[in-house]
Each structure stands twice: as C-alpha cells, then as structure tokens.
C-alpha cells in the first residue's frame, strides 16, 4: 500500500513538473532565448536585446518565467544579471518530454 501511494505522488510531482517546463516553452520568445542560451555559456538581458527586438521589460518579464520553472538560472553580478541553462533541470526536462512523446498510442485509433 505505501509503494503505491509513493509512485503515485511521484507520478503527481513528474506530471506537475513537466506542465511547468511545457508552460515555460509555450511562448516563442522563451523558445528563442533557450536558442540562444545553448550556443553561449551565458548573457547577460542587454545581449537579449541585441538579439530580440523587444523592450528591456518584456524580456526580463520572459527571463523570469524561464527562471521560475527551473529552466535557466540567473546570478546577480551588479549591475547586471547573468544568465544560463540550468542543465540539471534542463536534462529532467528532456527525460519527461521523451517520455511523455514516447506514449504509444497506435492501439488507440481514433475513428472520427
């Protein structure tokens, strides 16, 4: 009984975590800045708007989104902030996505 009220939970915090990762990616500007975060070791927002035609503000608003979700981290260099992936997090969200993906859902055909 204990087992299974353990992988439920865990099954509820994998479910939880990846709504998050799926929520954090569903904007094309956040899918630009991961882009643009894989081919460097870090930035900084003044960069993200060399590369963005956006205000200051509405990437910040994109860069804090990513952050909540455990997607990037940011680490407070006065002035600035520097940004990279959160590679650990980065990886447990690669895992769900497979896993979500590798549903099979060929016996489910749907007739309409």
């Known amino acids: 009984m204990m087992q299974r ?3 439920i ?3 509820q915090q994998e479910t939880e ?7 954090a990616l569903g904007h094309p500007t956040r899918i630009k800045i991961i882009k643009y975060l894989s ?4 930035c900084h927002t003044g960069d993200l708007m060399d590369y963005l035609p956006l205000a200051q503000s509405t990437i910040s608003q994109h860069l804090k989104e990513l952050k909540e979700a455990g997607l990037i981290k940011g680490e407070i260099l006065p002035p600035k902030v520097k940004y990279c ?9 690669k895992v769900l ?3 979500f993906f590798d549903i099979n ?3 489910n055909s749907c007739n309409i």
């Open 105 to 107: 859902l060929e016996s």
């Open 5 to 7: 009220s353990k992988s």
């Open 39 to 42: 081919e460097q070791s870090f």
């Open 85 to 93: 992936i959160n590679q650990e997090n980065w990886l447990k969200a």
């Open 17 to 23: 975590e990846l709504a998050r990762f799926a929520k």
């Open 97 to 99: 996505f497979c896993e």
């Open 9 to 11: 939970i865990e099954y």
